[in-house]
């Protein structure tokens, strides 16, 4: 079995392949066809005739306030979303600490932190991953976690009238988070290959595609040394957390999931700390 794994650390091209995020596949047909952020002149929310609305080339709007993902993904992309999805004004703090109202024009750059490669989302552990499928509540929080200004702005969504409509937005250091001792980790983790190596659990436990059979997968442990000759790209600089109902009962243990937004692809990230020390002790693709 070690030498089964050894072979699959070696070669790069295992990381590759992820395997599917079968719940997030309306979103991902949503995403590839939507158009581009909110085009409006300044305080309004009128567009240039000539411009399409991406909802156009998605469809019936119906469907997208039954599934989160749905909606998420279109909003960000959609200036028809964003122009009726908007509850209420919307407020931000100046230098100074003063309340200053957001303008609706600046969301056309909000939620670039959504419109890469992927997304990531924070869970309390895996079985978590599942149960937000089928139970997700009626408020739902989207994070832009800034890992470098130790920084977090909330978005949050309200179902009103069976429609997702944004309706409060917050901005917190990682010291008012509930997830602040993990948040202050995992910015250091992020960026810090020595840090990171340091944190690796010994051993490492995977589970992988195994590239010698389609339908197989690997299971076993590596030693941590054995992490830097595949390590995989870690999420970094600005990532996101979509607060769908889970709870962080434990704040020693915490799955990072993170999910491709054009191909469904997927990554699982678990960090456990003990010993006052927090280490990744378990990947996942």
């Known amino acids: 079995m070690f030498s089964k ?53 998605v469809g019936s709007l119906e469907h997208l306030d039954v599934n989160f993902d749905d909606f998420m993904f279109s909003f960000i992309r959609s200036r028809q979303l964003q122009r009726e999805r908007v509850s209420r004004d919307l407020f931000v703090y100046d230098e100074e600490g003063n309340e200053v109202a957001l303008s609706r024009t600046d969301l056309r750059d909000a939620f670039s932190f959504l419109n890469g490669e992927y997304y990531t989302v924070l869970y309390g552990n895996v079985n978590q991953i599942e149960e937000e499928k089928n139970n997700q509540s009626d408020v739902i929080d989207v994070e832009r976690i800034d890992l470098d200004l130790f920084h977090v702005t909330t978005y949050t969504f309200l179902q009103e009238k069976g429609k997702w409509m944004l309706a409060d937005l917050n901005d917190n250091s990682f010291a008012e988070d509930e997830l602040s001792d993990f948040l202050t980790f995992y910015a250091h983790f992020s960026v810090d290959s020595v840090f990171q190596a340091e944190s690796i659990a010994q051993p490492l436990t995977i589970r992988m595609m195994d590239p010698d059979d389609e339908l197989g997968v690997i299971d076993g442990t590596i030693d ?33 999931q993170k999910c491709g937004i054009s191909n469904g692809m997927q990554e699982l990230f678990t960090f456990d700390k003990t010993g006052g020390r927090w280490r990744l002790t378990a990947y996942e693709n």
Not at 8 to 24: E, M, N, V
Not at 231 to 252: A, F, K, T
């Open 5 to 57: 794994i050894w072979e699959i650390c070696s070669l790069s091209l295992a990381f590759c392949l992820f395997l599917s995020c079968q719940s997030r596949s309306n979103s991902r047909e949503i995403v590839e066809s939507a158009d581009s952020l909110l085009y409006a002149e300044e305080d309004t929310f009128d567009i240039p005739e000539k411009e399409e609305d991406a909802l156009e080339e």
């Open 224 to 256: 941590a040394l054995q992490w830097s000759i595949f390590c995989p790209d870690v999420p970094e600089g600005v990532i996101s957390n979509i607060r769908y109902g889970q709870s962080y009962d434990n704040p020693r243990h915490i799955v990072l």
